[in-house]
Every structure is written in C-alpha cells, then in structure tokens.
C-alpha cells in the first residue's frame, strides 16, 4: 500500500480483489497497510473468474480510484485477461496495482 500511495498519492479509495481460497494474512496487511495510510478499503473476493464481473461492478459503485489485486494463481489469471489494455506495475510480494 505504501508503494501504491507513492505512485498514486490521490488514492482515497482502494479496492482490493482477493481469492478467498487463497489462505494466507495478505488481506489483513493489505488492509492494516491502506488504514494507516489514510485509505478506505474495500475487499472484493473472488472465487473463479465468473465472479469478476460482480466484484468490478461492486468497485465501481464504492467509487473506488485504485485497485489492488492480491496474488494468487486465480487473480494473476483475471487481472490480465480483464484489463488487456491495461499495464499492471508489480508492487511487494507480486501484488497488482493500478490506479484510474
């Protein structure tokens, strides 16, 4: 979060995409990182591609400016599928981040 605030300091909002099944603290991090930055965090998990659609939709209506993408196999397949013509930059851990 701090890295993403560094090259988006206008990030207010952040939603972050996570694969549920994906067990480890990462979420927890993700959001302990963003509160203590001044951050609101939103938490959009998905469990197979055919939830992407709603977890979008649900960031665009919590008027999100950034997107942090949690790594797991699931999401390091969606992100880049989803966004083609967007250029993802690799923060901590292999994490995506991308502001608009």
Known sequence: MELLKEVAPNTKRVAIIFNPQHFDDELTYARKGAESLGIDATAHPIKNTGELDAALRAVGANQANSLFVIP?????????????????????????????
Do not use: E
């Not at 690799?90 to 991308?98: I, P, Q, T, Y």
């Open 72 to 100: 797991s196999r699931l999401t390091r397949i969606v992100a880049p599928i989803s966004f083609p013509h967007v250029r993802f930059g690799s923060c901590v851990d292999g994490a995506l981040a991308r502001t608009f």
